[in-house]
């Protein structure tokens, strides 16, 4: 039986972060028994596209899911059990902000079926907090970091590096600082700041009030988080993720396995397998215009639609070279026209191979250190090779 991830979007937050180009809106007074039956409803609607499929974890996500009543999270978990084949080890994860959890609030959260917390931390340093636009503060956040080692098994620390005047010296301080409440967690999310479109960062950017650092320091920053999280026994699996063994996230192990998933809530997008064929759905963008749509259309869907083969397999690519493990051929080439094992034999991806950024073992393949650094890059050469056979 084949296993399914669900994630469920929770798009408020109480305030929004400059960085932030998520599907978000600020938190405001909301009809807490509107949104419960619409969640309820597109629950039971998504359960037809996923029938005889193992649930193998639950995520929480958003927006600040940890605003959420633990009420309506123990309704929302008992839905997706009764409509869905739950297994009983299913990880269930919440994302928390230190400024909207207490200890009670932790214990709640277990006590409603949540086994593992997502923290967003993302420094320990009160003026990059202040840089980020995050709401709270060092003192905060080592709080409700030893909270929850209190009650939680299992946990994520999320942290943010590349600020600008963030220099070699401050960032090994800082990392060493974050790395002792993770090791002690289990699991580490670590991620450059990146610049996106429409954000508050984005303006000040092009307007040159925000510099990142330069290249080559990024680049010396990435390689200090392979040998620093390594010495700490947690190991990277992930471009992004480093757990120690056991910990790693079922949920976006999922995600990256090219598994199948149903989203649920304003903008969450889907993948699942029809009669051999990979779709894709989409759920409504506006928190308004998905609710109205559940009450007067009964579902919230924007878009439904099969990809195209060299689409999915596409995707397997961008999933799959994220991860420190091989992708396996039969994954790709289940969609995929041209076979993995023609394809690394083809000039452009030799080079690659050649040059030490891809390693390919039996027609698997999977990125080295130095390719995860040029991942996009890597992609597009495939990207050129795959749709030019179509």
Not at 18 to 32: A, E, G, L, S
Not at 259 to 273: D, K, T
């Amino acid at each position: 039986m084949s296993s399914l991830g669900i994630y469920i979007h929770w798009p408020w937050c109480k305030t929004i972060c400059p960085y932030c180009d998520f599907n978000v809106r600020k938190f405001k007074n909301i009809d807490i028994l509107e949104w419960e039956k619409a969640y309820i409803k597109e629950i039971y609607n998504m359960s037809f596209f996923a029938k005889e499929k193992k649930v193998s974890s639950i995520y929480f996500g958003g927006g600040t899911p940890s605003l959420i009543e633990p009420g309506l999270l123990e309704k929302i978990i008992n839905c997706i059990n009764k409509n869905f084949l739950l297994s009983p080890s299913a990880e269930i994860t919440i994302e928390a902000n230190p400024s909207s959890i207490e200890y009670i609030d932790l214990f709640n959260l277990k006590q409603a079926g949540v086994n593992r917390l997502s923290l967003g931390i993302q420094s320990l340093n009160d003026q990059h907090l202040k840089f980020l636009g995050r709401d709270h503060n060092s003192n905060q956040a080592k709080k409700i970091l030893k909270y929850t080692e209190k009650i939680f098994n299992k946990a994520n620390l999320d942290i943010i590096y590349g600020l600008p005047e963030q220099n070699i010296i401050k960032f090994k301080s800082e990392l060493s600082n974050m790395l002792t409440y993770a090791a002690s967690l289990g699991h580490l999310s670590i991620y450059q700041l990146t610049i996106e479109p429409k954000t508050p960062f984005y303006k000040d950017f092009i307007s040159g009030r925000l510099t990142p650092p330069p290249e080559e320091i990024l680049s010396e920053m990435y390689y200090i988080i392979q040998e620093e999280t390594e010495r700490n026994n947690l190991s990277q699996y992930e471009i992004s993720n480093h757990a120690l063994p056991g910990n790693e996230s079922i949920h976006n192990l999922g995600y990256w396995r090219y598994n199948e998933y149903l989203g649920i809530g304003p903008g969450a997008h889907s993948r699942v397998v029809n009669n051999s064929s990979r779709m894709a759905i989409v759920q409504i963008n506006s928190p308004k215009n998905w609710l109205n749509s559940i009450q007067n259309n009964g579902n919230g869907i924007a878009i439904k639609e099969v990809l195209e083969q060299n689409e999915a397999a596409m995707e397997v690519l961008i999933t799959g070279l994220r991860l420190k493990e091989f992708l396996p051929s039969e994954r790709f080439d289940q969609y995929s026209v041209l076979k993995l094992s023609e394809i690394v034999k083809i000039s452009q991806i030799k080079e690659l191979i050649d040059g030490g950024f891809i390693e390919c073992k039996n027609s698997k393949i999977k990125t080295t250190n130095k390719g995860k650094s040029v991942l996009n890059s890597i992609i597009e050469r495939f990207d050129q090779i795959i749709n030019s056979e179509h």
